[in-house]
């Protein structure tokens, strides 16, 4: 089979409905090793060749097996074990029980057409205390699933912090809330890139700093139709503001240590940078004035994050604001904080923001949502596609970076199977669909973006959701484990193959 004509598609999608074994469903003889129907050609609604289609996972939302082989405790295990903290009393103890399962997971990714594959590293399973005598069990485990993955073709690009501190690096030192965390982080992400890089030529620093710092340190809430819903994560504390500012601060110099450590002990040519969820700015209309308040609102909402680790230095606004509440940075610190990146990765889920421009400082004016305005499951997630166009482009005109990969873009949805057994998730099709017309804008129009990794493979253990929200690929039945591609799996991989909106 050379191609996966429209009837073939249809008839796929078809057995999706069917409710036919994921193998079947998803097409004996996959074209995913074969070249795509669009290389070489150009179409209005291709992207450029050689662009990345990917799904994104993280250790703890899948990996189960907490206690196996050496692994140490998280912050995530006491979080998710006391009381209240998880909706209905769920834990991650087996979750997708990807760690006994990972080939057969990644057997799943090449049906789908996965080209790359975001995944993290559990920093206990390598350090159970975070810091002292490797584990080797936990490296072989990942050094295992990378053998896997380049067996099937797929390039592994693995992120090194996705919330799982480990616990003993809490009750030490207070977790982030100490330069010793910082110093930790640097020698573990050294470390697996000396053991790794002969394999692995590209890593993430940090997963959403912005969210992993103010859920967990903060108290973090959103409004949703004029409600504050608060958003909690591990590891639960509520910090003054100075403190809240040196735990981020501490968060981004440790994105830049890594970089250093992972550029000095990783094979030479070894690439990195965070992946971070930009809080974007969209402007009302695409005229220049309107982009300008949107850029300069971009860089504003994303100053303790996004901007410092592209600009090297916090803003003068940020400062001013802070006042004597700004982090207390030294100047050796101020000197890693200036280290470059190789490229970014933006985790794109809704609009912060809409904008108009202000003849005022600072020069734009936010717009409240509507109440009307429409969202997808998640009390958080306002629907507002047209973000895939602007942050990729917002974040090159503010910051040139060399590349950019869209880390994560996903949605929940209340995901059932349905009486054929299939499972019809409509709204993410359609929400996919959208954000990759967008995208596709800002690729056309010359923003380097390299990939797409879709968030996420399958339904995974959604941190205080517990298994409530549904954010997958693929369904997952977790009390017989059973993997089910949904329509949307379809769509991805018609779109991965063609390399097109589909
Ligand atoms: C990102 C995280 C993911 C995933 C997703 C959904 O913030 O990197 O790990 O959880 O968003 O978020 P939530 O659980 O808040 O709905």
């Not at 967990?216 to 503001?241: C, D, I, K, M, T």
């Not at 917002?394 to 499972?423: F, M, Q, R």
């Amino acid at each position: 089979m050379s191609q996966l004509s429209r009837r073939e598609f249809g008839h796929y999608a078809g057995a999706l409905a069917l409710g036919m074994s994921t193998t079947r469903a998803l097409g004996a003889g996959s074209p995913a090793s074969e070249a795509s129907p669009q290389a070489g050609r150009s179409s209005a609604l291709s992207f450029p060749q050689g662009f990345r289609w990917g799904v994104a996972t993280s250790a703890y939302q899948i990996e189960g097996a907490v206690h196996e082989d050496g692994c140490g405790l998280s912050i995530w295990d006491t979080y998710a074990h006391t009381l209240g903290k998880i909706e209905a009393g769920h834990n991650a103890d087996v979750a997708n029980d990807h760690y006994h399962r990972y080939r057969e997971d990644v057997a799943l990714m090449k049906e789908l057409g996965v080209k790359v594959y975001r995944f993290s590293i559990a920093w206990p399973r390598i350090f159970p205390t975070g810091t002292g005598s490797p584990n080797g069990k936990g490296v072989d485990f990942y050094s295992r699933l990378v053998d896997e993955l380049l067996a099937a073709g797929i390039e592994p690009f693995p992120t090194l912090y996705h919330w799982d501190l480990p616990q003993a690096l809490q009750d030490k030192y207070g977790g982030w809330q100490s330069r010793e965390t910082v110093n930790a982080f640097a020698d573990y992400s050294g470390y697996v890139a000396r053991k790794l890089s002969d394999r692995v030529s590209r890593f993430f620093t940090l997963n959403e700093i912005g969210t992993f710092v103010d859920r967990g340190h903060a108290g973090f809430e959103v409004q949703v139709g004029g409600e504050n819903v608060p958003l909690e994560s591990a590891p639960g504390l509520r910090l003054p503001p100075a403190e809240l500012n040196q735990v981020r601060f501490h968060a981004v110099l440790a994105q830049a240590l890594s970089v250093q450590a992972i550029h000095a002990m990783g094979k030479k040519g070894t690439q990195c940078g965070p992946a971070d969820n930009v809080s974007t700015a969209v402007p009302v209309i695409d005229e220049p004035e309107h982009v300008r308040a949107a850029e300069l609102a971009t860089r504003e909402l994303n100053a303790t994050y996004l901007t410092v680790m592209m600009e090297g230095k916090y803003p003068e606004t940020f400062l001013a604001r802070a006042g004597k509440h700004a982090p207390r940075v030294t100047d050796e610190d101020a000197r890693i904080l200036a280290t470059p990146v190789d490229f970014i990765g933006i985790n794109v889920y809704r609009p912060a923001v809409y904008v108009l421009p202000s003849a005022q400082l600072p020069g734009y004016q936010s717009i409240p949502f509507n109440v009307s305005h429409p969202r997808m499951q998640s009390s958080w997630h306002l629907l507002g596609p047209e973000v895939m166009y602007w942050a990729p482009r917002i974040v090159h005109s503010l910051w040139k970076p060399n590349a950019i990969y869209i880390t994560e873009n996903g949605c929940a949805a209340s995901d059932e199977p349905s009486e054929d057994g299939a499972v019809y998730d409509s709204d993410r099709n359609m929400f996919t669909r959208n954000c990759l017309s967008h995208l596709q804008r800002a690729t056309a129009e010359g923003v380097p973006v390299k990939g797409y990794f879709h968030w996420t493979l399958m339904d995974n253990f959604e941190w205080s959701a517990g298994y409530g929200k549904r954010f997958g690929l693929v369904y997952v039945d977790f009390k017989t484990q059973k993997r089910t591609p949904k329509l949307s799996a379809a769509y991805f991989r018609e779109a991965a193959w063609r390399n097109a909106v589909v």
